[in-house]
């Protein structure tokens, strides 16, 4: 508290204010005279090492009438004070705010009993505060760590080490008591620190049979020979049906079944006194120079703030939400809401990583996609996140259809195809103005898109429109999900796998049509747009003998060998012949075409049957693989945007505008990897939509030798162990 105090003064002085010392708390502040004193540069000297607070403090009575209060306003007004900077817990805090809210009608009601005249009224007609929280306990919400906290660790950590040797010497098992009466903060981080074998705090009381586990573990410990069992207990520890656990009871407990040599240790206020810690006055001195600088920006419509430290930044939050959420904490934990308890004060206490995350799916459906957004939906929240929903994908976020998702929300989703939160093509260029101003109503702080090409066009429109929207400078990213599997940065696709099934199923059932009726050629169309991808995998796994695709261009010439090859085969006792093409393979070259073709070349060998598959494709409900693939994805996806929040976090806000906070999630090879997409646009076909490279095309191959055609195949693309020799076949 003393580093803060120095800050504050020397801080203020340094912008040519007045700063007055108020001793004892409040109660220096209703009893005034020699208890409100000028403070100089000099007066906050050497105070950095000492423990404690030299102005001291008291617990005030008083002042919670407002009789006390009067006299306090009284005593400010007299010495022009209009600033006040409080130094405490909740309970100080929430006492300073009412006092400001008051202090308007403490200045009439000073006025009409003639104690100030008009002119003093006037001169002090507002009243400024900001607060400062100082608890060892670590109990407030809205920032990570109070001061004091870090000290009291260290003596804890001081005690612990002073009785080890003592207790590996002895083979002795020692229970600790420590602070935290409702927060657990300073049992489990000591724990932690310490190694410790168990730790009781109170918002997490153990299950019933803990009595059992614990023995166990400490029975354990003397059979590995280890000599030092520690066990640490906040004093407010409870079981499940809110029995306290003592260390007495521990201590008991272990003798009476293990017979160990058990002792207990009460640290006391032990843990609230020698020489701060140099994180704490680091702590406490950012803090006092950012409480006067929040006092010279107050107005009178600025809420009342406390500084608070979240992650390495000193930030101002709203005081009032802040002692509401501790409040709210201990009003679970009173009606044993522990998971609850845990929730709240876990969000304050790793503040940085509480935010706010939407998900949205753009482009045609994909069987994954529901899959996808439930692992999401759930990771984050185990993430400690909010979760939204964007319904319509794009097209419904700049109309402003975004709603909390919750856990219950997704149950049942994983084996659902298509997309239930909606999806549509719609890019966000041309409404980029509505979507920040959705990101800022909704204070989204990341964006989940899963989706096929437009998902990836309109994550990279939205990269590209950072420096005109500071709103855009989240980390973004994207899962690709698309039948087509046409997006750059990955080789496998959500729902691309379901949608190659469908095509199978429906190859293998029109061959068995055909299974008493000899030399018959099937023609399907499969989809995909310009990438071949569906047509050249579902040949392979369908048997086809012919596919044409957009990638390996092909003329007249080759559509009259394929004829020629048909023609061969079907003098053998394989009768049946089965050619895929790619919806946009060929503008000339349609299907029609071929069809045409090949009936007319076959006349008097085989006939001909066309199938165009259309939306079929799109499959049902998702295959295993999809699931397990838009799962695993989904949830790398959380955990990527979790640690990338934490670290673009700074000045109480998200922002972040590298190139590595864009990115696309994609399987290469085998690993998943994480790609910018402003580098993957080089490598993308915008105007065909397909990537420049796609591996799959090295399968083609390996679909003509097993159609008996004649061609080569490269074995080193394919999965060998890394010591056989690599070896090309001859032509077959």
């Given at each position: 508290?003393?580093?803060a105090?120095?800050?504050?003064?020397r801080?203020?002085?340094?912008?040519?204010?007045?700063?007055?010392?108020?001793?004892?708390?409040?109660?220096?502040?209703?009893?005034?005279g020699?208890?409100i004193?000028?403070?100089t540069?000099?007066s906050?000297?050497?105070?950095?090492?000492?423990g404690?607070?030299?102005?001291?403090?008291?617990?005030?009575?008083e002042?919670?009438?407002?009789?006390?209060?009067?006299?306090?306003?009284?005593?400010?007004?007299?010495?022009?004070?209009?600033?006040?900077?409080?130094?405490?817990?909740?309970?100080?805090?929430?006492?300073?705010?009412?006092f400001?809210?008051?202090?308007?009608?403490?200045?009439e009601?000073?006025l009409?009993?003639?104690?100030?005249?008009?002119?003093a009224?006037?001169s002090?007609?507002?009243?400024?505060?900001?607060?400062?929280?100082?608890?060892?306990d670590?109990?407030?919400?809205?920032?990570?760590m109070?001061?004091?906290?870090?000290?009291?660790?260290?003596?804890?950590?001081?005690?612990?080490?002073?009785?080890?040797?003592?207790?590996?010497?002895?083979?002795?098992?020692?229970?600790?008591?420590?602070?935290?009466?409702?927060?657990?903060?300073?049992?489990?981080?000591?724990?932690?620190?310490?190694?410790?074998?168990?730790?009781?705090?109170?918002?997490?009381?153990?299950?019933?049979?803990?009595?059992?586990s614990?023995?166990?573990?400490?029975s354990?410990?003397?059979?590995?020979?280890?000599?030092?069992?520690?066990?640490?207990?906040a004093?407010?520890?409870?079981?499940?049906?809110?029995?306290?656990?003592?260390?007495?009871?521990?201590?008991d407990?272990v003798?009476?079944?293990?017979?160990?040599?058990?002792?207990?240790?009460?640290?006391?206020?032990?843990q609230?006194?020698?020489?701060?810690s140099?994180?704490?006055?680091?702590?406490?001195?950012?803090?006092?120079?950012?409480?006067?600088?929040?006092?010279?920006?107050?107005?009178?419509?600025?809420?009342a703030?406390?500084?608070?430290l979240?992650?390495?930044?000193?930030?101002?939050?709203?005081l009032?939400?802040?002692?509401?959420?501790?409040?709210?904490?201990?009003?679970?934990?009173?009606?044993?809401?522990?998971?609850?308890?845990v929730?709240?004060?876990?969000r304050?206490?790793?503040?940085?990583?509480?935010?706010?995350?939407?998900?949205?799916?753009v482009?045609?459906?994909?069987a994954?996609?529901?899959?996808?957004?439930?692992?999401?939906?759930?990771?984050?929240?185990?993430?400690?996140h909010?979760m939204f929903?964007?319904?319509?994908?794009?097209?419904?976020?700049?109309?402003?259809?975004?709603k909390?998702?919750?856990?219950?929300?997704?149950?049942?989703?994983?084996g659902?195809?298509?997309?239930?939160l909606?999806?549509?093509?719609?890019?966000?260029?041309?409404?980029?103005?509505?979507?920040?101003?959705?990101?800022?109503?909704?204070n989204?702080?990341?964006?989940?898109?899963?989706?096929?090409?437009?998902?990836?066009?309109?994550?990279?429109q939205?990269?590209?429109?950072?420096?005109?929207?500071?709103?855009?400078?989240?980390?973004?990213?994207?899962?690709p999900?698309?039948?087509?599997?046409?997006?750059?940065g990955t080789?496998?696709?959500?729902?691309?796998?379901?949608?190659?099934?469908?095509?199978?199923?429906?190859?293998?059932?029109?061959?068995?049509?055909?299974?008493?009726t000899?030399?018959?050629?099937?023609?399907?169309?499969?989809?995909g747009?310009?990438?071949?991808y569906?047509?050249?995998?579902?040949?392979?796994?369908?048997?086809?003998?012919?596919?044409?695709?957009?990638?390996?261009?092909?003329?007249?010439?080759?559509?009259?060998?394929?004829?020629?090859?048909?023609?061969?085969?079907?003098?053998?006792?394989?009768?049946?012949?089965l050619?895929?093409?790619?919806?946009?393979?060929?503008?000339?070259?349609?299907?029609?075409?071929?069809?045409?073709?090949?009936?007319?070349?076959?006349?008097?060998?085989?006939?001909?049957?066309?199938?165009?598959?259309?939306?079929?494709?799109?499959?049902?409900?998702?295959?295993?693989?999809?699931?397990n693939?838009?799962?695993?994805?989904?949830?790398?996806?959380?955990?990527?945007?979790?640690?990338?929040?934490?670290?673009?976090?700074?000045?109480?806000?998200?922002?972040t505008?590298s190139?590595?906070?864009?990115?696309?999630?994609?399987?290469?090879?085998?690993a998943?990897?994480?790609?910018?997409?402003s580098?993957?646009?080089?490598?993308?076909?915008?105007?065909?939509?397909?990537?420049?490279?796609?591996?799959?095309?090295?399968?083609?191959?390996?679909?003509?030798?097993?159609?008996?055609?004649?061609?080569?195949?490269?074995?080193?693309?394919?999965?060998?162990?890394?010591?056989v020799?690599?070896?090309?076949p001859?032509?077959?």
């Open positions: 508290m003393n580093a105090v120095r800050a504050v003064v801080m203020g002085i340094y912008v040519e204010a007045k700063v007055y010392f108020i001793h004892e708390g409040y109660q220096g502040m209703v009893d005034g020699d208890n004193k000028e403070a540069w000099e906050v000297s050497s105070m950095l090492q000492v404690g607070t030299v102005i001291g403090s008291a617990r005030c009575k002042f919670r009438g407002r009789e006390g209060r009067l006299k306090a306003a009284h005593n400010l007004v007299q010495r022009g004070i209009t600033n006040l900077c409080v130094i405490g817990g909740d309970g100080s805090l929430t006492g300073a705010n009412l400001r809210e008051e202090w308007s009608g403490l200045l009601e000073l009409q009993q003639g104690l100030i005249d008009e002119e009224a006037r002090n007609s507002e009243l400024h505060i900001v607060g400062m929280v100082g608890s060892i670590n109990d407030f919400c809205g920032t990570d109070t001061i004091g906290t870090d000290s009291a660790l260290h003596r804890i950590i001081e005690v612990v080490d002073a009785i080890m040797t003592t207790a590996q010497s002895h083979q002795r098992t020692f229970v600790l008591e420590v602070m935290g009466r409702h927060c657990g903060y300073l049992a489990l981080v000591s724990a932690l620190a310490c190694g410790a074998d168990w730790v009781f705090i109170p918002e997490m009381p153990p299950k019933d049979g803990w009595e059992d614990m023995c166990q573990k400490l354990e410990n003397r059979a590995d020979k280890k000599r030092l069992n520690i066990i640490i207990v004093e407010g520890a409870i079981d499940s049906h809110n029995k306290a656990i003592t260390p007495d009871y521990i201590k407990l003798v009476r079944c293990l017979g160990f040599d058990t002792r207990v240790t009460i640290l006391g206020h032990v609230r006194g020698g020489t701060p140099a994180f704490d006055r680091v702590l406490a001195s950012r803090m006092g120079v950012e409480a006067v600088l929040a006092l010279l920006e107050a107005s009178a419509t600025t809420p703030c406390v500084v608070s979240v992650g390495n930044q000193a930030v101002r939050l709203p009032m939400e802040c002692v509401q959420m501790t409040q709210e904490v201990q009003k679970a934990m009173d009606e044993k809401k522990f998971e609850e308890a929730r709240l004060r876990g304050y206490l790793t503040f940085f990583c509480s935010f706010n995350v939407a998900v949205l799916n482009g045609a459906p994909a994954g996609m529901n899959a996808a957004v439930r692992a999401a939906v759930r990771v984050g929240i185990t993430e400690g909010k929903a964007v319904s319509d994908g794009f097209e419904g976020f700049y109309k402003g259809e975004i909390e998702i919750k856990w219950g929300d997704v149950g049942g989703w994983t659902q195809g298509g997309s239930l909606g999806t549509k093509r719609t890019l966000p260029g041309k409404h980029l103005d509505k979507i920040a101003e959705q990101i800022k109503i909704h989204i702080n990341a964006l989940l898109v899963i989706g096929g090409f437009e998902a990836f066009e309109s994550l990279l939205l990269y590209e429109a950072r420096p005109g929207y500071e709103e855009l400078c989240i980390p973004m990213c994207m899962l999900a698309t039948i087509s599997n046409n997006v750059c080789d496998l696709s959500i729902g691309a796998d379901t949608s190659l099934n469908a095509i199978v199923e429906t190859c293998d059932r029109i061959k068995q049509s055909a299974s008493g000899k030399r018959r050629v099937f023609i399907i169309e499969t989809m747009g310009y990438c071949g569906l047509a050249s995998v579902g040949g392979l796994a369908a048997g086809a003998d012919t596919v044409y695709i957009y990638e390996e261009p092909f003329d007249i010439r080759d559509l009259q060998a394929n004829v020629e090859h048909l023609t061969q085969k079907m003098k053998t006792s394989i009768q049946r012949g050619v895929l093409r790619n919806e946009n393979s060929n503008e000339n070259f349609t299907t029609d075409f071929i069809y045409q073709l090949y009936t007319e070349e076959g006349k008097g060998v085989f006939d001909c049957r066309k199938n165009i598959l259309g939306h079929m494709q799109q499959g049902g409900a998702p295959s295993p693989f999809d699931r693939f838009g799962t695993k994805i989904a949830a790398k996806a959380i955990q990527w945007i979790t640690k990338t929040l934490k670290e673009s976090y700074k000045g109480g806000r998200v922002f505008n190139e590595d906070t864009a990115c696309l999630l994609g399987m290469r090879r085998r998943l990897v994480f790609q910018p997409v580098q993957l646009r080089d490598e993308t076909d915008f105007v065909h939509r397909i990537p420049k490279e796609q591996w799959w095309l090295k399968l083609r191959p390996l679909m003509k030798i097993l159609a008996k055609y004649k061609t080569s195949y490269d074995v080193s693309d394919s999965g060998q162990l890394e010591h020799t690599r070896v090309r001859r032509e077959a």
